[in-house]
């Protein structure tokens, strides 16, 4: 080897040993930076243990370690106080904790601790020290060393006894509201955004769908389409949050293609930001009710037309109106029957203004025997007739209709009119159609009578049509006329009253509960008539007739009528001041004292009830008072009770027409009246009557 060779050889061993002193260097640097890192890790490592610790000691739910077989080694405050363990001294394994009949569960979820690492929401029963069942719900997880090798497990193990508890009796709770809800007497539906979600075996049963059927179904697919613009205005309300419940009466779409009307009831559900939820509808069949209401309607306003007409077109008009309304039909005639001639005589149809009364030769009429309607006319027996194009018979009366109902209106066992409707389509009528008709025939029947027998009196009535326009200009002829019009209405209400007295007395044990339950409404309705006619009479009777002015002791007028009245034992009335001896009409005086009194007895609902009368001497006139415990009068309805008819409280002795007595009553001794009230506390009436001219205050 040559010396150069050598040289090179010597320089490139040189630079090797540099080199390896510099990586020697670098490599000591790095190895005190990485002490010096393992120095601050494991300072900081042991100072998050130590946070660590002190939260778990602090954490409010119980903390346990146990090493891997069940041994506990560790527990915070809270596992200590819930469980009631000291393990500093004395030894407990997890074993000891777990209920026996959960004693698998824990098993396996150990191995899935074991195995994955960690377990979720594991809810079991646990034993405390004192042998108390607790429910716990635990999430764990597997401590491992530094070398990643698994040394114990931990968990958070939270006491959810009550929270059981309370879930089981809401759960329980929920299962009998669910069996009351089923097996409620009512249709019941939830509802959202116009969706059926569940329905009731009522609600069901009502329309003839299933459950599963309803749930594909809106409130609209079950709704009659006149009815739903009014209920989808009000839901709108209610979506709107200006509205949370709401009653309506509407018609239901069966499954067979019928209907029924029923009232329903909706409430809203809301969230916590007022959006609604769910909507809940209870849905009471009403159909029926709504026949007998109509039934009642129809009497109602056969009285009224009595009232106010005693035309027999009139009265006969009412009648087509409401039974077509009832009907939905746009056709329903009422004929009457004129056997003299043997002819019957359409004296009313439903939307046509008929009055044939001074036009004889334009009257539309048919044969006895003649067509459906003289059939049974002749046969006295009600008929539905499905098809018309059927009965070789059939009078078209303006238009071919191919459903029609007949039913015969009987007095006395005679025909003397006939209720005829036609509807276009075909099989339109039904049984129950049928049964209302002939309910209200026999019903109108005596109104309709006592209608005819005050046609053959229409010399009468333009008479006192004649003396009425004279009677305008004077007080007194009014009250003279009021007598004979209250005498002239009130003798067809007896008659009326005395036809269904012997109706029900020569069907004595014939009739059910319904039809005797029908005639006390019509007894009802005459007397409360008859009673209205009366009010009426009286308060025309008031006016001033300064012949009658007197000197009336007050004090003896209420002694008086306190003896007189029936005032129940259970009121107690109290006169505070004596009374003063007033200028003025002592019958009117007596009546005003009267109606008021009454009227505190009629409306004191309390165990306890008062009645107290006072006065108030002032410069010109006297205030009197008469306070009660009753009721009371919302302020809105203040103006309203002294106007005549007007009454707050619907009931059978009450015609809205006292207080507008006393009202005028007052008006006419040059006094006001006005009152007091608070809602279930009581009402006071205040008036003022004038002093006598020369009387000065005491």
């Given at each position: 080897?040559?010396?150069?060779?050598?040289?090179?050889l010597?320089?490139?061993?040189q630079?090797?040993?540099?080199?390896?002193?510099a990586a020697?260097k670098?490599?000591?640097?790095?190895?005190r930076?990485?002490?010096?890192?393992?120095?601050?890790?494991?300072?900081?490592?042991?100072?998050?243990?130590?946070?660590?610790q002190?939260?778990?000691?602090?954490i409010?739910?119980?903390?346990?370690?146990?090493?891997?077989?069940?041994?506990?080694?560790k527990?915070?405050?809270?596992?200590?106080?819930?469980?009631?363990?000291?393990?500093e001294?004395e030894?407990v394994?997890?074993?000891?904790?777990?209920?026996?009949?959960?004693?698998?569960y824990?098993?396996?979820?150990?191995m899935?601790?074991q195995g994955?690492?960690?377990?979720?929401?594991?809810?079991?029963?646990?034993y405390?020290?004192s042998?108390?069942v607790?429910?716990?719900h635990?999430?764990?997880s597997?401590?491992?060393d530094?070398d990643?090798?698994?040394?114990?497990?931990?968990?958070?193990?939270?006491?959810?006894?009550?929270?059981?508890?309370?879930?089981?009796?809401?759960?329980?709770?929920?299962?009998?509201?669910?069996?009351?809800?089923?097996?409620?007497?009512?249709?019941?539906?939830?509802?959202?955004?116009g969706?059926?979600?569940?329905?009731?075996?009522?609600f069901?049963?009502?329309?003839?769908?299933?459950a599963?059927?309803?749930?594909q179904?809106?409130i609209?697919?079950?709704?009659?389409?006149?009815?739903?613009?009014e209920?989808k205005?009000?839901?709108?309300?209610?979506?709107?949050?200006?509205?949370?419940?709401?009653?309506?009466?509407k018609?239901?779409k069966?499954?067979d293609?019928?209907?029924?009307?029923?009232k329903?009831?909706?409430?809203a559900?809301?969230?916590s930001?007022?959006?609604?939820k769910?909507?809940?509808?209870?849905?009471?069949?009403i159909?029926?009710?709504?026949?007998?209401?109509l039934i009642i309607?129809?009497?109602?306003?056969?009285?009224?037309?009595?009232?106010?007409?005693?035309?027999?077109y009139?009265?006969?008009q009412?009648?087509?109106?409401?039974?077509?309304?009832?009907?939905g039909?746009?056709?329903?005639v009422?004929?009457?029957?004129?056997?003299?001639?043997?002819?019957?005589e359409?004296?009313?149809?439903?939307?046509?203004?008929i009055?044939?009364k001074?036009?004889?030769?334009?009257?539309?009429?048919l044969?006895?025997?003649?067509?459906?309607?003289?059939?049974?006319?002749?046969?006295k027996?009600?008929?539905?007739?499905?098809?018309?194009s059927q009965?070789?018979?059939?009078?078209?009366?303006?238009q071919?209709?191919?459903?029609?109902?007949t039913?015969?209106?009987?007095?006395?066992g005679?025909?003397?009119?006939?209720?005829?409707?036609?509807?276009?389509?075909?099989n339109?009528?039904t049984?129950?159609?049928l049964?209302?008709i002939k309910?209200i025939?026999s019903?109108?029947?005596?109104?309709?009578?006592?209608?005819?027998n005050?046609?053959?009196?229409?010399?009468?009535?333009?008479?006192?049509?004649t003396?009425?326009?004279?009677?305008?200009?004077s007080?007194?002829?009014?009250?003279?006329?009021?007598?004979?019009v209250?005498?002239?209405?009130?003798?067809p209400?007896?008659?009326?009253y005395?036809?269904?007295?012997?109706?029900k007395?020569?069907?004595?044990?014939?009739?059910d509960?319904?039809?005797?339950?029908?005639?006390?409404?019509i007894e009802?309705t005459?007397e409360?008539?008859?009673?209205?006619?009366?009010?009426?009479?009286n308060?025309?009777?008031?006016?001033?007739?300064?012949s009658?002015i007197s000197?009336?002791?007050?004090?003896?007028?209420?002694?008086?009528?306190i003896k007189i009245?029936?005032i129940?034992?259970h009121?107690?009335?109290?006169?505070?001041?004596?009374?003063?001896?007033?200028?003025?009409?002592?019958?009117?005086?007596?009546?005003?004292?009267?109606?008021?009194?009454?009227?505190?007895v009629?409306?004191i609902?309390?165990?306890?009830g008062?009645?107290?009368?006072?006065v108030?001497e002032?410069?010109?006139?006297y205030q009197?008072?008469i306070k009660?415990?009753?009721?009371?009068?919302?302020?809105?309805?203040?103006?309203?009770?002294f106007k005549?008819?007007?009454?707050?409280?619907?009931?059978?002795?009450?015609?809205g027409?006292?207080?507008?007595?006393?009202?005028?009553?007052?008006?006419?001794?040059?006094?006001?009246?006005?009152?007091?009230?608070?809602?279930e506390?009581?009402?006071?009436?205040?008036f003022t009557?004038?002093?006598?001219?020369?009387?000065t205050?005491k």
């Amino acid at each position: 080897m040559s010396q150069e060779d050598i040289d090179i050889l010597k320089r490139a061993l040189q630079r090797e040993k540099a080199a390896r002193k510099a990586a020697e260097k670098i490599l000591e640097e790095k190895s005190r930076e990485l002490y010096q890192t393992s120095l601050k890790l494991e300072q900081l490592l042991d100072e998050k243990s130590s946070q660590l610790q002190g939260v778990f000691e602090n954490i409010l739910d119980a903390y346990v370690v146990m090493d891997l077989k069940g041994n506990i080694i560790k527990f915070n405050e809270a596992a200590t106080h819930f469980f009631g363990y000291n393990i500093e001294e004395e030894s407990v394994n997890v074993i000891d904790l777990i209920y026996k009949e959960d004693m698998q569960y824990a098993m396996s979820s150990f191995m899935d601790l074991q195995g994955k690492g960690f377990f979720k929401n594991y809810e079991a029963r646990v034993y405390t020290k004192s042998k108390a069942v607790k429910w716990v719900h635990i999430n764990a997880s597997i401590v491992f060393d530094k070398d990643k090798k698994p040394i114990a497990a931990q968990g958070i193990v939270r006491d959810i006894t009550e929270d059981r508890r309370t879930r089981e009796l809401i759960e329980e709770q929920k299962k009998q509201l669910d069996t009351i809800v089923d097996n409620a007497p009512f249709g019941i539906a939830l509802t959202q955004l116009g969706q059926m979600i569940k329905t009731n075996a009522a609600f069901q049963n009502l329309l003839g769908f299933n459950a599963e059927e309803l749930k594909q179904k809106t409130i609209k697919d079950v709704s009659f389409i006149e009815d739903f613009p009014e209920s989808k205005a009000l839901l709108t309300k209610m979506n709107s949050g200006t509205l949370d419940n709401f009653v309506i009466d509407k018609r239901y779409k069966k499954k067979d293609g019928s209907f029924i009307w029923a009232k329903t009831n909706v409430n809203a559900v809301r969230d916590s930001y007022n959006n609604i939820k769910y909507q809940v509808a209870l849905i009471e069949d009403i159909t029926s009710e709504r026949e007998k209401t109509l039934i009642i309607d129809m009497i109602n306003d056969v009285a009224k037309s009595i009232l106010g007409k005693i035309d027999i077109y009139e009265i006969a008009q009412e009648i087509t109106t409401n039974i077509a309304a009832f009907l939905g039909t746009e056709d329903c005639v009422i004929y009457l029957v004129n056997k003299d001639i043997g002819t019957i005589e359409k004296i009313a149809a439903y939307g046509e203004d008929i009055n044939y009364k001074n036009a004889s030769d334009n009257k539309f009429s048919l044969q006895l025997g003649k067509g459906i309607v003289g059939r049974v006319a002749k046969s006295k027996k009600a008929k539905i007739i499905n098809d018309t194009s059927q009965e070789p018979d059939y009078v078209i009366d303006g238009q071919r209709r191919f459903s029609e109902l007949t039913v015969p209106i009987l007095n006395d066992g005679e025909v003397i009119g006939i209720i005829d409707s036609e509807h276009i389509d075909k099989n339109y009528f039904t049984k129950a159609h049928l049964k209302t008709i002939k309910n209200i025939a026999s019903l109108v029947a005596m109104q309709l009578k006592s209608a005819i027998n005050l046609r053959e009196r229409q010399k009468v009535e333009n008479r006192n049509k004649t003396l009425l326009k004279a009677l305008e200009k004077s007080n007194d002829e009014l009250q003279e006329y009021a007598h004979i019009v209250s005498h002239d209405l009130k003798s067809p209400l007896r008659s009326i009253y005395a036809l269904v007295s012997w109706l029900k007395e020569d069907n004595i044990g014939n009739l059910d509960a319904a039809s005797l339950q029908n005639i006390k409404h019509i007894e009802t309705t005459l007397e409360k008539m008859e009673q209205l006619i009366s009010d009426v009479l009286n308060y025309s009777s008031v006016s001033a007739d300064n012949s009658q002015i007197s000197n009336v002791d007050l004090n003896s007028v209420v002694k008086e009528l306190i003896k007189i009245l029936y005032i129940p034992e259970h009121i107690e009335i109290k006169v505070h001041n004596t009374l003063p001896i007033i200028k003025g009409d002592k019958t009117k005086l007596q009546q005003l004292f009267q109606n008021l009194i009454s009227n505190a007895v009629k409306f004191i609902d309390k165990d306890k009830g008062y009645i107290d009368i006072d006065v108030v001497e002032q410069t010109e006139q006297y205030q009197f008072s008469i306070k009660d415990n009753g009721i009371g009068i919302d302020e809105k309805f203040y103006d309203k009770i002294f106007k005549i008819f007007n009454t707050l409280n619907k009931s059978e002795d009450s015609t809205g027409i006292g207080l507008s007595i006393v009202k005028k009553i007052v008006n006419l001794h040059n006094g006001n009246i006005w009152l007091e009230s608070e809602i279930e506390k009581g009402t006071t009436f205040y008036f003022t009557l004038k002093k006598a001219p020369n009387e000065t205050p005491k």
